[in-house]
């Protein structure tokens, strides 16, 4: 008797074992369900906010080259230098070309601004011709109605400012601005180039300067050693 008391009361009931079994089983089920969703999530806003950042970037791309192009246009003035000054008389050896000192440190800036910018001897020579033309190689302060400076740029017709058209880099570069984009430019005839560009009254005025603008082009090479001012 005392056994038999003794195993049943070892013995669990079924009650309590399918209680057990009811609180145990769901609760581990239930946290890996949630736990999968909690990991499912996050993942799932990852891939969302990647796409998302991909549209916008698809999206402002297009701005971005444009800003960037205003940029390096603003810096490619900003950045050019003019030329050494030469004072006293200048002269090319071996030919007689001779300058005054503002005259050969104009030139020189005309030229090196056309280089700095990767154009060719023919885009230097054309501008050289034509600022002889328009000023004699001069940073005039007047000039036919508003024009002024080397080429004679007119602020009115949207070259600049009177202070920047007076600036011989500046006016350089905007002269260069335009002549690249005239067709043919490297193989048409000088006058008719430089007219495209000044648009002046004198259309033909230009072609005599040309034999002087090649000479002083040269001279003004890089590693040349023709030109000496005293």
């Given at each position: 008797?005392?056994?038999t008391r003794t195993?049943?009361?070892?013995?669990?009931?079924?009650?309590?074992?399918?209680?057990?079994?009811?609180?145990?089983?769901?609760?581990?089920?239930?946290?890996?369900?949630?736990?999968?969703?909690?990991?499912?999530?996050?993942?799932?806003?990852?891939?969302?906010?990647?796409?998302?950042?991909?549209?916008?970037?698809?999206?402002?791309?297009?701005?971005?080259?444009?800003?960037?192009?205003?940029?390096?246009?603003?810096?490619?003035?900003?950045?050019?230098?003019?030329?050494?000054?030469?004072?006293?008389?200048?002269?090319?050896?071996?030919?007689?070309?001779?300058?005054?000192?503002?005259?050969?440190?104009?030139?020189?800036?005309?030229?090196?601004?056309?280089?700095?910018?990767?154009?060719?001897?023919?885009?230097?020579?054309?501008?050289?011709?034509?600022?002889?033309?328009?000023?004699?190689?001069?940073?005039?302060?007047?000039?036919?109605?508003?024009?002024?400076?080397?080429?004679?740029?007119?602020?009115?017709?949207?070259?600049?400012?009177?202070?920047?058209?007076?600036?011989?880099?500046y006016a350089a570069?905007?002269?260069?601005?335009?002549?690249?984009?005239?067709?043919?430019?490297?193989?048409?005839?000088?006058?008719?180039?430089?007219?495209?560009?000044?648009?002046?009254?004198?259309?033909?005025a230009y072609q005599?300067?040309?034999?002087?603008?090649?000479?002083?082009?040269?001279?003004?090479?890089?590693?040349?050693?023709?030109?000496?001012?005293?």
């Open positions: 008797m005392s056994s195993a049943a009361r070892r013995r669990p009931s079924r009650g309590s074992a399918s209680r057990g079994t009811r609180r145990t089983t769901p609760r581990r089920t239930r946290r890996g369900a949630v736990a999968g969703r909690r990991r499912a999530r996050p993942r799932a806003g990852r891939r969302t906010r990647r796409a998302g950042s991909g549209t916008a970037a698809a999206r402002w791309w297009p701005a971005l080259l444009v800003a960037a192009a205003v940029f390096a246009g603003v810096a490619w003035h900003s950045a050019a230098a003019p030329a050494p000054v030469l004072v006293g008389t200048c002269s090319v050896r071996g030919t007689s070309l001779m300058l005054t000192g503002e005259q050969a440190t104009n030139a020189a800036t005309i030229a090196r601004v056309g280089r700095d910018r990767g154009l060719s001897e023919r885009a230097v020579v054309i501008a050289l011709a034509t600022a002889q033309q328009e000023s004699r190689l001069r940073n005039l302060d007047y000039g036919d109605r508003d024009s002024l400076g080397l080429f004679q740029q007119r602020p009115s017709q949207g070259w600049g400012t009177p202070a920047q058209v007076r600036d011989p880099v570069g905007r002269f260069y601005d335009h002549l690249v984009a005239v067709p043919h430019w490297q193989t048409g005839r000088l006058t008719d180039v430089a007219q495209t560009v000044q648009r002046s009254g004198f259309p033909l005599k300067w040309e034999p002087m603008a090649v000479t002083l082009a040269r001279a003004l090479a890089p590693r040349a050693t023709t030109l000496t001012c005293r």
